[in-house]
């Protein structure tokens, strides 16, 4: 008998199989990393687009519902005696914005809603445990417009973890952005903004401060005025 044929009947030493399974392990272990790379980047991706997706959305909310901004004269004039008390204005500060608006939609039937809400739009705390110390943009609605437009309705997140929100107001007249509008003072009674510029300052995927910035144009910026 040759001495090929006698190795081939005495099988593999202790050696060659510690070898191979050596080589085994550290194929399947470069396998097991490379799917956890994989699934890693993959919920990395799903992060930063439901960051930006989130972004969007409230970007694009902000700007269709102060498009459709207005004052009107149109309440009960014994009711509210002063005009800077009407249930619908315009207040607009650097860095929040409270105003009536034609964009509500009515989410059930035969419920007691017009297209008319009062919104505001503001950065607050976190109320959250396990975020605490978080700003968040928030928004606060309220379909029935009554005697304070700063009171009532119910809030909702509208993204989480901006840094800042800033509003700027364009002044036709003077050809220049204002940092506020306040449609209570004579001065702005019967006039609002044409355009209104909204920044948020929020982190980007790679922790870097960004400004995200969009303009709105708003298509009723003069006072509706009652029916004589």
């Known amino acids: 008998m040759s001495r090929a044929m006698a190795r081939r009947e005495r099988g593999f030493t202790l050696m060659e199989v510690m070898i191979a399974v050596a080589i ?13 790379t994989g699934f890693t980047a993959k919920e990395v991706v799903e992060t930063d ?3 930006y997706r989130m972004l969007r959305g409230a970007m694009n909310r902000m700007a269709r519902e102060i498009g459709n901004a207005y004052v009107s004269d149109r309440y009960d004039l014994k009711r509210y005696r002063d005009q800077s008390e009407r249930p619908t204005n315009f ?3 650097e ?14 039937t ?3 809603e017009s297209d008319q809400a009062v919104l505001e739009y ?3 705390t976190s109320s959250e445990r396990d975020a605490r110390g978080r ?4 928004r606060r609605a309220d379909a029935n417009l009554g005697e304070r437009m700063d009171r009532g309705g119910s809030e909702e997140l509208l993204f989480a973890g ?6 700027a107001y364009w002044d036709s007249e003077r050809k220049e952005w204002d940092d506020e509008w306040d449609t209570r003072r004579p001065e702005r009674q019967n006039i609002l903004p044409t355009r209104v510029r909204i920044t948020l300052v929020a982190n980007d995927e790679n922790g870097k401060e960004t400004r995200y910035t969009t303009q709105t144009r708003i298509m009723l910026n003069t006072t509706l005025e009652r029916f004589r």
């Open 24 to 36: 085994t392990a550290m194929m399947g272990g470069i396998i097991a990393m490379a799917f956890q």
């Open 49 to 51: 687009a439901e960051h």
């Open 91 to 93: 207040i607009g500060e």
């Open 95 to 108: 860095d929040s914005l409270l105003f009536t608006s034609f964009s509500n939609q009515r989410l059930y």
């Open 110 to 112: 035969d419920a007691k």
């Open 122 to 124: 503001s950065v607050k």
């Open 135 to 138: 700003q968040d943009l928030m």
């Open 162 to 167: 901006v840094k800042r929100l800033e509003f």
